[in-house]
């Protein structure tokens, strides 16, 4: 089995031409597909259905957009080649990016919450901790200390 046999084997094509076509095997965190190519090369599942299609690598410094909003769809129908300014654009178009990543507590990385953030900016006024001993409280890198009490992150949440 060629290794273009062996991608299209983990896509669900059942939903004929016009519908998605999502990958059947492992995701990322945001859902876009992945797969190893050659044996060492991670890719995007839909980033390759659309080389395949296209018959070459995608450009340098562009990717494999959707039309459908599908993170696992490989229907090489509903992809195309674009610059990272234009699915910008095209996800603030289509309401599917409001301002931006959950920011705050309802990030998928956040340790912190808007009570902590209160209690980070309160103890270095009136304690005078350091940001490293600070940081070392919260269990957070100083860098996240300094850009709390410099108001670069964590803005809407008062003092």
Known sequence: MTAEQRFWAKVDT???LLGCWPWQAAVNT?????????????ALAHRYALELSIGRSIGDGLGAL???DNPPCCNPAHLYEGTPAQNTDDKMA????AGGWPGGERHHSARLTE????????????????????????????TTISK????KIWRGVAA
């Not at 009570?115 to 100083?142: F, H, K």
């Not at 709390?148 to 108001?151: H, V």
Request: overall charge positive; hydrophobic content about 35%; glycine content about 12%.
């Open 30 to 42: 945001h859902g876009y597909g992945v797969l190893r190519v050659a044996g060492r090369r991670t």
């Open 115 to 142: 009570e902590l953030v209160r209690e980070i900016r309160r103890r270095a006024a009136t304690e005078r901790l350091t940001q490293p001993r600070l940081a070392a409280i919260y269990g957070v890198n100083q």
């Open 14 to 16: 059942s939903a004929g």
């Open 148 to 151: 709390i009490l410099l108001g």
């Open 94 to 97: 289509r309401g599917r990016w």
């Open 66 to 68: 959707h039309t459908c």
